[in-house]
């Protein structure tokens, strides 16, 4: 059935704290379908007495159906057994042969009661805690060890299972330098810690998964490790929609910022719906946790009751005199320092120069990306001036921060390397650049494809603000778009905004792109490239630099995230 789709939100979601299936119809026919499959659904539940409840929502020409049971797993194989035109029939009786394992769901419930984190592997296996505090068990150790005895189990395992100190960063830029910041402070501090992020999962220094790793799964993934005691996990949209959180009671929820770039996605009208989808995290804030937010009106506003909540931004404004009138805390800066505001005092935390991160106060974006990780593990662990120590010491570069603000030196030219993909990011790196040149700007731009087109000429118009040569080229994934397409709005945007068409140039391949602006820069340039395929991108320098009679760079990391 392709007009209906399925989501098992096994986390806490946009809807509820509980695990919800989720369906909603897409196309001509979805509505017949939809409500076939939700009848079926209705019978075989009232015989298994799964007590579903059921809300249908239906706004203009689309439906979605939320259903919730006793037993969520078994609902959820039940529908997709549906989906898949099995008849009732069939389904009852595949499900008398291999009926649902019953003992996991009592020792749900037991662990639940007792505040401890349960993880369903599968049918057979659990974990119980987190972590260096979790235990595994599966269904013969408790039918063979245990004597399906669920007072041993929770006997054998008492005081020795339970949480760890879990961070969680959403927001619409910075989550990735963010969280990798806090895991290298965390891991200097001595903590063992594990990162799941844009760039894959981590257990210590080691990388043990690949990818874009920001959803459900990869979150369990850390949270199951023995070897990890703190938790850091970027926590993206996609995986908030497709899943929910794959986490309980977080100590730290930071929300970096908001972009309306993402307007026009799926579940995002307005910037009300991508507040909804990045609150989330805070439904999962443990009773003596914080939350850290950017002083942006938006989210002052939606949070604006809570009692835990540590504004941010870089300067001091009148969001944050008021939070702090309350007498709430706040961070900024103010006369070249990173600044700690309690209810009006300030304490004077690290001087902006001494932040090689922000390339010592040049980088806006990464002085708040460096404060708020500051601010989440002075709440692990309690510490500051350990950890104003580490930070002074933190570099952006290649090793610690791969694709982000990373600033490369061709002895007679520079070139900036950004993952950027909204006007915010654009800015910021720009700004970079402009404070570094000696001679000119060139830009190496591309956008998303699955942008609306207001955001991606945005992107042109920025580039023309600041560059005085623009190179257009686009991403290997069109996402959606024809070839040339989102190049054609890119030029578009910067001749909106009276740029020369004779400074643009336009070379689809990335690779093809960028050896045309190494090749064409002059003493003195600061070439800007704006790219997230970097396995495209190292080559094509390294060859150049084999060209000048430079050193390789990169060749020892995983470029493909």
Avoid at 71 to 100: F, P
Avoid at 376 to 383: D, G, L, R, V
């Amino acid at each position: 059935m392709s007009n209906i789709k399925l989501r098992f939100l096994e986390g806490t979601n946009l809807y509820s704290k509980d695990n919800l299936i989720y369906l909603k119809g897409d196309g001509e026919c979805y509505r017949g379908e939809l409500l076939k499959v939700v009848y079926n659904y209705m019978n075989i539940g009232e015989k298994l007495k799964l007590n579903s409840y059921i809300d249908i929502v239906e706004k203009n020409d689309i439906i979605e159906v939320l259903i919730s049971s006793n037993n969520i797993y078994l609902s959820n194989n039940i529908i997709k057994s549906l989906m898949s035109n099995s008849s009732e029939e069939t389904i009852l009786n595949e499900l008398e042969s291999n009926s649902d394992n019953e003992w996991s769901k009592k020792l749900k419930e037991i662990a639940i009661s007792k505040n401890i984190p349960y993880t369903r592997i599968n049918e057979n296996e659990v974990i119980l805690g987190y972590g260096e505090n979790s235990f595994k068990i599966d269904r013969n150790d408790y039918i063979s060890k245990y004597d399906e005895d669920y007072s041993k189990i929770f006997n054998y395992i008492d005081g020795n299972v339970g949480e760890i100190p879990i961070i969680s960063v959403t927001g619409t830029n910075g989550k990735t330098t963010t969280v990798r910041l806090i895991h290298k402070i965390l891991l200097d501090l001595g903590y063992r810690s594990g990162l799941a992020s844009t760039g894959g999962i981590y257990i210590g220094n080691k990388l043990i998964k690949y990818g874009d790793t920001t959803g459900f799964y990869s979150a369990r993934e850390v949270l199951k490790n023995k070897d990890v005691n703190v938790a850091v996990l970027e926590t993206a949209r996609g995986g908030i929609l497709k899943k929910g959180l794959g986490y309980k009671n977080s100590k730290v929820a930071i929300i970096t910022s908001l972009s309306e770039d993402h307007i026009g996605m799926e579940n995002i009208k307005s910037v009300d719906d991508l507040i909804n989808i990045k609150s989330v995290i805070t439904e999962e804030l443990d009773k003596d946790g914080i939350l850290i937010i950017k002083a942006i009106p938006t989210l002052v506003e939606r949070f604006k009751d809570r009692n835990n909540v540590i504004l941010f931004n870089y300067f001091e404004d009148k969001l944050i005199k008021d939070h702090t009138k309350r007498g709430n805390i706040a961070y900024y800066v103010k006369e070249d320092y990173i600044v700690k505001n309690r209810g009006g005092i300030e304490e004077k935390v690290i001087s902006i120069k001494e932040i090689p991160f922000a390339f010592n106060g040049i980088s806006k974006s990464n002085i708040r990306n460096v404060m708020v990780a500051m601010i989440a593990t002075e709440h692990i662990c309690k510490n500051m001036n350990s950890i104003i120590d580490i930070v002074k010491k933190i570099e952006c570069d290649i090793y610690n921060n791969l694709g982000r603000q990373n600033i490369l030196d061709f002895n007679d030219f520079k070139m900036i390397i950004d993952y950027g993909h909204n006007s915010e990011a654009f800015k910021e790196v720009f700004s970079i650049a402009r404070s570094i040149k000696n001679n000119r700007i060139i830009g190496v731009i591309t956008a998303a494809g699955d942008r609306e087109d207001i955001y991606i000429k945005e992107l042109g118009e920025i580039a023309a603000e600041f560059c005085d040569k623009i190179i257009i080229k686009e991403q290997p994934d069109l996402r959606g778009r024809k070839k040339g397409e989102t190049a054609e709005l890119l030029k578009e945007g910067a001749l909106n905004n009276k740029y020369n068409s004779e400074n643009i140039k336009v070379i689809l391949e990335e690779e093809e792109a960028i050896l045309y602006a190494l090749r064409n820069a002059n003493v003195g340039d600061v070439i800007v490239s704006f790219s997230q395929f970097l396995y495209l991108t190292f080559p094509v320098i390294n060859k150049f630099r084999v060209e000048r009679g430079l050193n390789k760079i990169g060749e020892d990391l995983d470029l493909m995230h």
